[in-house]
């Protein structure tokens, strides 16, 4: 069965999400970032997340829904905590709301064309495999 466009696209927007996360837990275990632990916590779980949904998309499990809903909970939680977490001022922390919204937004849509595009998938299936 042939892979539709728009999962194709989103599985390579979630890569391409993993591996710049990842790359910042990368530069903190070898020393080359200065950021907090926590925020290279909540970036580990935001790379592992958007991985897993990628994988997920690619090989149409049952669970990437799941996955994108938690790398969009993630992604929101570690835009909220950003301010405290770096000690933003408070003109630098314009958006962050609107971006945490933004990003939990796309990860629950994400993960409606996930569920509807296995359902389809699994419609298509049983419908091809013969009686016995």
């Not at 569920?115 to 495999?129: G, L």
Request: charged residues 15%; hydrophobic residues 55%; aromatic residues 6%.
């Amino acid at each position: 069965m042939q892979r539709k466009p728009l999962r194709v696209v989103l599985s390579a927007i979630f890569g391409v999400i993993a591996v710049i996360d990842l790359a910042q837990v990368l530069l903190a275990l070898v020393g080359r970032s200065d950021n907090p632990s926590a925020l290279i916590a909540l970036n580990f779980g935001t790379g592992a997340t958007a991985a897993a949904t990628c994988w997920g998309s690619w090989r149409r499990t049952r669970w990437t829904p799941i996955a994108a809903v938690a790398y969009g909970a993630l992604t929101a939680t570690l835009l909220l905590v950003l301010p405290s977490l770096l000690d933003l001022p408070v003109d630098a922390r314009a958006g962050l709301r609107t971006g945490a919204v933004a990003v939990l937004l796309f990860a629950l849509l994400s993960a409606a064309y996930f569920r509807a595009d296995s359902r389809r998938t699994a419609d298509v299936i049983e419908r091809e495999q013969p009686e016995r």
